[in-house]
């Protein structure tokens, strides 16, 4: 069956320090990968997906980057973390694009919730 | 504005109760709708998916049903248990997918 690790669970940064947050599927090959933000009280935000190892799409101008080093592996990265990067982060692993009309659902991490100090 | 939105915000009721959570979209053209049920601090898990053809489909003691031409869907659910405290997210797929801000539901004993 398929699994979905996402690390750290909890993690609390000042503000200016980097961040590296990674997330890793077993038990499929070649998944579509996803990183969301959730805040309290609104939907969760697309910020990064991924069709592919090095394919990266970035939804929206921010703060961070995410990488696809291996085709089960996702990473996503800050140099320098700001106060409004705070939040809950959730991987999600698909079999299908984002990008086509598809049945496949998301299937989660256990997210991690990052403080900026 | 989000083209998904969830009402009510929140939820409390008595174990054993029945309850409904409404889903309005605006998101065109549609290809599907899917509930997801997100325990607190895990990741949402999804509960069913509806397509356009599609009015009812029960998962257990969920149920949920769509109106396509109302773009409307709810989910309800049935003798509700504790396990059932959560947040219940709507999610509407068509070029991308647009996720509802969810529905804070809490049973009390």
């Known amino acids: 069956s398929q699994t979905i690790h996402q690390w750290p669970a909890t993690l609390v940064q000042p503000v200016g320090s980097p961040l590296s947050l990674e997330c890793t599927v077993e038990?499929?090959?070649?998944?579509?990968l996803y990183w969301y933000r959730q805040a309290a009280g609104r939907g969760l935000q697309l910020l990064f997906y991924s069709v592919g190892i090095g394919q990266i799409s970035s939804e929206v101008p921010q703060n961070l980057s995410a990488s696809r080093p291996q085709d089960r592996q996702f990473i996503l990265s800050s140099k320098k973390l700001l106060l409004s990067d705070s939040g809950f982060y959730l991987c999600?692993?698909?079999?299908?694009?984002?990008?086509?009309?598809?049945?496949?659902?998301?299937?989660f991490g256990n997210g991690t919730r990052l403080t900026v100090t | 504005k989000n083209q998904v939105e969830q009402s009510p915000q929140s939820l409390i009721i008595l174990e054993g109760k029945n309850c409904t959570l409404q889903?309005?979209?605006?998101?065109?053209?549609?290809?599907?709708l899917r509930w997801y049920k997100q325990d607190t601090g895990r990741g949402p898990v999804s509960l069913t998916i509806?397509?356009?053809?599609?009015n009812t489909k029960s998962n257990g003691r969920y149920t949920a049903t769509l109106d396509a031409d109302t773009k409307q869907s709810s989910l309800h659910i049935t003798a509700s248990q504790l396990s059932d405290s959560a947040s219940y997210i709507c999610v509407v797929s068509a070029n991308d997918m647009r996720f509802g801000a969810g529905t804070r539901l809490t049973v009390k004993p």
């Open positions: 038990g499929t090959s070649n998944p579509n």
């Open positions: 509806m397509t356009f053809s599609e």
């Open positions: 889903c309005n979209y605006t998101v065109s053209p549609f290809s599907n």
């Open positions: 999600a692993w698909s079999v299908l694009s984002i990008k086509s009309s598809y049945n496949s659902p998301l299937h």
